[in-house]
């Protein structure tokens, strides 16, 4: 199975919206499985909160939207990486290519 990206955002987040305009696309473009979490949405968030948690226990040091590319997100998930914050579409494909390589190694 593919790596999947979860993206972590707020709904009332500016920057979180901004990189909607692309951030799925880009997953798709690399080959990545894609998961949008907004933490109001209660019962997604609760379904990956495992995965949030593991990578910021306290939740302390995330950036608004937090990018975690893993593997297995559904079971014993692996965690390959993250992008934080937001970034302009050729850096954040850069960012993503260079955690999926990395993994491959």
Not at 18 to 24: A, E, I, P, T, V
Not at 34 to 63: N, S
Not at 69 to 97: M, N, T, Y
Request: charged residues 30%; aromatic residues 10%.
């Amino acid at each position: 199975m593919n790596p999947t990206v979860i993206k972590f955002s707020s709904e009332d987040c500016g920057l979180c919206h901004k990189m909607s305009f692309y951030d799925q696309k880009v997953a798709a473009e690399l080959g990545l499985e894609f998961v949008d979490v907004k933490m109001q949405d209660t019962a997604t968030y609760r379904k990956y909160r495992k995965i949030l948690l593991a990578q910021y226990p306290d939740k302390e040091g995330m950036g608004w939207p937090t990018y975690i590319i893993c593997q297995e997100p559904e079971s014993d998930f692996k965690i390959l990486g993250e992008v934080k914050g937001a970034h302009p579409k050729g850096e954040f494909r850069e960012r993503l290519q260079e955690i999926v390589a990395a993994a491959a190694t």
